[in-house]
């Protein structure tokens, strides 16, 4: 920490202290609750009848967690570890069979292969327009400084705008994206993941679990628990082939043509970003899928 040069608005004290408030609080700026083991799915799984996301309480005398909701007239309550092996069965339906990996990791490769070669024309674009301002600056350069026919005002006016203009292009540029030399191993490791989508959840620790979930399921999981059912919206790119792949009859599987076809189709309809991967498991984050715009 630093002394700035100018006058303190606030004390150093007070600076600490919502410093330390602001760290402790995630994205949202609401103070974050301690995880617990026992209910990881708590917020993540919400409630079908009235939208909300899950709480949890514990019997003390028993030693027993429960997950309920805390909507008047929901009176949802379920024992934790039995919705928890529930979402485990749930979690262990999207995960690709092994016959199927080297061709899910082959179809990802040939359309990010796409992807790239996309970026290549859009990062031409880019540097062509990006030429086209620096001339702009050289001739106001040269008409201030050199031939001085410029007013002093009129050049930084102008300078300004540019700037703002090159700053604008700099946000379009896909460099950072097309340069990621890893990517077949982000593929390969994302696929392996959904191998064994089941055993990395519960192996994992409630903060993993959690960064899991979420990756998976983006919207989270609804959970009926009358019916013990689970329902998502928005799922992963990953977790939608494999389940298009578990629907698969046995002819179209021996039709490896027309299963490819298929798959190609799912995923040449889909745009991908790459994203940072989450260091606990460095799994399947660096592939995050980007939904179709609705209209
Ligand atoms: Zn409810």
Redesign the pocket.
Known sequence: MIDGQHEKLVSKEVFLKVNNIRAAANKYGVAHQKEIAQIPLKVFM???????GYTGYVVKAKNLWYYK???K??C?NKNASKVNAQFLEFLSQYEIKEEYMSLLIDELLDSTEKINEANKQQQQEVNKSMLDVQKKIDVIEEKFFVEGVMSQETYEKLLAKYAKEKTEIAGLSRENFSGSSNLDEIITEAVTFSSKLALAWSSSDVKQKEQIQKLLFPDGVSYDMKNEAFRTTKVNLLLSLNAELAGFSEDDINKQGGMKATLSNSVGTTRFELATPCTPCKCATGLRYVPKPEN
């Not at 919400?46 to 909300?52: K, L, Q």
């Open positions: 919400h409630c079908p009848h009235c939208g909300e909701c805390r909507t007239g929901c949802a």
